[in-house]
Nanobody, 122 residues
Framework: QVQLVESGGGSVQAGGSLRLSCAVYGYTTPNCMGWFRQAAGKEREGVASHLTGGVTRFADSVKGRFTISRDNAKRILYLQMNSLKPEDSGRYYC?????????????????WGQGTQVTVSS
């Protein structure tokens, strides 16, 4: 089993930055970890993923602005978000899976955190 706990959300003005963290608990170490978000009234969408070894994927909407990294020793996943836009607002969820294909498809991810809210004002 894998338990995920997010932190680091908050409110920021457009152009600002936030860093989200996701602590991983449990005996199993996921191969894939990722971040997803869900805006009010919209479906959950993939933001970024990280495969053990460092391969990363990003949604087109965040490329060049967001980075994803992982501290394996501390078992923490990070999402650094820069140049934030109002359309980045939403609840951000940490997710994990034991497979090797870290595609940003919601249905492929087994473990989910409770989420942390990000609000970007214009």
């Amino acid at each position: 089993q894998v338990q995920l706990v997010e932190s680091g959300g908050g409110s920021v003005q457009a152009g600002g930055s936030l860093r989200l963290s996701c602590a991983v608990y449990g005996y199993t170490t996921p191969n894939c970890m990722g971040w997803f978000r869900q805006a009010a009234g919209k479906e959950r969408e993939g933001v970024a993923s990280h495969l053990t070894g460092g391969v990363t994927r990003f949604a087109d909407s965040v490329k060049g602005r967001f980075t994803i990294s992982r501290d394996n020793a501390k078992r923490i996943l990070y999402l650094q978000m820069n140049s934030l836009k109002p359309e980045d607002s939403g609840r951000y969820y940490c997710a994990a899976q034991l497979g090797w294909n870290c595609a940003l498809e919601v249905a492929d991810w087994r473990y989910w955190g409770q989420g942390t809210q990000v609000t970007v004002s214009s």
